[in-house]
C-alpha cells in the first residue's frame, strides 16, 4: 500500500470548514482512499472513501487532485465533537486485510 | 445496539496471567479483524478471519497470542503468560465481505484497555 503524510497536528474554530491535507503521491491506479477519525476512548470510526471521483455524504467531503497524488478531508461545520485524530490510509483490493494508520491528523476543534 | 461490541472494556491482569478478550462483531459480517494500539499509536494489524477460518495471522506479536472464531461469529483473542509489553488497547472489527478482496469499510468497537501490573 502507498505510503500517505499527513500533518501532526490542526486546530479550527467551531462552525468553520476544518480541510485536512493527506498526500499519497506514490499511489496507484487501483488503490482507494479512505479516512477514518478516532475520537479519545472510542474505536476508529469509518468516514469515507474514494477512488477518483469527489466523494460528500453526511460526515465529509473528500477531495482527490487529479493525479490522485493527494486528498483533502472537508468537515463543512466542524464541531467540538469533530475533535479526533483523522487517519488517511491507501489501500487496494487483494492487498491483504490490514490497515496501516500512522499516524493521522490530531484535528482540535475551539470554541 | 447493531455495532461492534467487545469485552471486556477494561481489565487489569498481573504479570505471567492469562486473558481473553472477546469481540461480538456486526451481525452477518464475514470478515473480522483484531488490532493492537499502543499509547499515543494508530492502530496494528493482529489478524484476520473470514468466517471462521484465519487467513492471516501475521500481526501476532508472539505465539502468546491466539484468536479463534469457532463458529463464524464471535471470536476472542486469547493472551497467554501475559507481560508489562502487552498492555494496549484491543480493538475488533468487522465488514461485511471478504477483507482482503473488497473496498469495504471496517467498522470498530471500542476496544478492550488491557493493564499488565
Known amino acids: 500500500d502507498a505510503k500517505t503524510t499527513q500533518p501532526t497536528s490542526m486546530d479550527c474554530a467551531e462552525g468553520r470548514a476544518a480541510n485536512l491535507p493527506c498526500n499519497h503521491s506514490t499511489i496507484s491506479g487501483n488503490e482507494y482512499v479512505y479516512w477514518y477519525r478516532q475520537i479519545h476512548s472510542q474505536g476508529p470510526q469509518y468516514i469515507i472513501h474514494g477512488l477518483k471521483n469527489n466523494e460528500t455524504n453526511e460526515m465529509a467531503s473528500l477531495i482527490i487532485t487529479e493525479d490522485r497524488k493527494s486528498s483533502t478531508l472537508i468537515l463543512p461545520h466542524a464541531t467540538l465533537r469533530d475533535t479526533a485524530v483523522y487517519y488517511c490510509i491507501v489501500r487496494a483490493p487483494n492487498s491483504g486485510y490490514a490497515l496501516n494508520f500512522g499516524k493521522g491528523t490530531s484535528l482540535l476543534v475551539t470554541p | 445496539g447493531a455495532g461492534v461490541s467487545q469485552s471486556p472494556r477494561y481489565k487489569v491482569a498481573k504479570r505471567g496471567q492469562d486473558v481473553a478478550l472477546r469481540c461480538d462483531p456486526i451481525?452477518?459480517?464475514?470478515?473480522l479483524f483484531w488490532y493492537q494500539q499502543a499509547l499515543g499509536q494508530g492502530p496494528e494489524f493482529l489478524t484476520y478471519?473470514?468466517?471462521?477460518?484465519?487467513?492471516?495471522k501475521s500481526g501476532l506479536p508472539s505465539d502468546r497470542f491466539f484468536a479463534e472464531r469457532p463458529e463464524g461469529s464471535v471470536s476472542t483473542l486469547k493472551i497467554q503468560r501475559t507481560q508489562q509489553e502487552d498492555s494496549a488497547v484491543y480493538l475488533c472489527?468487522?465488514?461485511?465481505?471478504?477483507?482482503?478482496?473488497?473496498?469495504?469499510?471496517?467498522?470498530f468497537g471500542d476496544g478492550t484497555r488491557l493493564s499488565i501490573l
Open positions: 451481525s452477518g459480517h464475514v470478515s
Open positions: 478471519f473470514q468466517n471462521e477460518a484465519q487467513l492471516d
Open positions: 472489527a468487522s465488514s461485511y465481505r471478504q477483507g482482503g478482496s473488497s473496498n469495504q469499510p471496517q467498522h
